[in-house]
């Protein structure tokens, strides 16, 4: 099998690391130059979408498969005026979520099932199919908990190594919140509550001003 893989060289090792080294992959930084790779057999990971969610035109001619990430959209947001004939689902691309064991999916059509459990078969991978909605579940629930954990640190509840290791032995996660956060970057956890709070206005998303703050900072440099 041919995978595309449209992001970063991290994005592509953890496509890699997940689904092994006996497909043929092909890599791009942007769209752009994509395209040469785009053929009807090819099976899309697109990582960009999300930062370039206008991108989508680049699908518009391309008849085969593309999972899109939906850390911040869905797909009903996402191609509500695409013209294409691609045969879409949706995923998260925040790092250490690809290369979990179970693939988080979400569907555009019902029908499309199928498909999806030939194309998981082919990719070596067990999946869940999730609600198309923005940040899936599981990124979700993460974010989440890292917010939580923040204003905990805020309120000098705890510390961040006593919430780390009470997260990994009273839940069995691989990570505590502020590990994960590291590993996903914070400035992703902010955007995925950034943009559930938005479609939602669910005050359990509003981003905790310590997180926030740490976010400028490390965007800033500082």
């Known amino acids: 099998m041919e995978i595309?893989?449209?992001g970063t060289d991290d994005n592509l090792n953890e496509s890699r690391h997940k689904f092994?080294?006996?497909h043929?992959?092909?890599a791009a930084g942007s769209h752009s130059k994509a395209k040469e790779f785009l053929?009807?057999?090819?099976?899309?990971f697109d990582f960009e979408i999300g930062e370039t969610p206008n991108a989508i035109s680049f699908y518009k001619d391309f008849d085969g498969t593309a999972f899109l990430d939906l850390s911040k959209n869905s797909l009903k947001l996402l191609i509500k005026s695409a013209a294409t004939t691609t045969t879409?689902?949706?995923f998260c691309g925040i790092p250490t979520f690809l290369s979990r064991e179970i693939l988080e999916v979400s569907l555009h059509e019902s029908d499309d099932l199928g498909e999806l459990n030939d194309l998981c078969l082919k990719l070596n991978t067990k999946f869940a199919v999730v609600k198309d909605q923005v940040g899936l579940v599981t990124p979700r629930v993460i974010?989440?908990?890292i917010n939580e954990a923040y204003f905990s640190i805020?309120?000098?509840i705890a510390s961040r190594d006593d919430i780390d290791l009470a997260m990994r032995l009273g839940t069995n996660y691989p990570f505590g919140p502020f590990e994960w956060c590291e590993k996903m970057g914070i400035r992703n956890v902010c955007e995925v509550l950034n943009a559930v709070y938005e479609n939602t206005k669910d005050e359990r998303y509003k981003i905790c001003e310590l997180l926030e703050a740490e976010a400028v900072r490390f965007t800033h440099g500082h």
């Open 4 to 6: 595309l893989v449209i």
């Open 20 to 22: 092994g080294n006996q």
């Open 24 to 26: 043929v992959y092909h």
């Open 39 to 44: 053929k009807p057999e090819t099976i899309v």
């Open 88 to 90: 879409f689902f949706g």
């Open 143 to 145: 974010c989440m908990i």
């Open 154 to 156: 805020q309120e000098n």
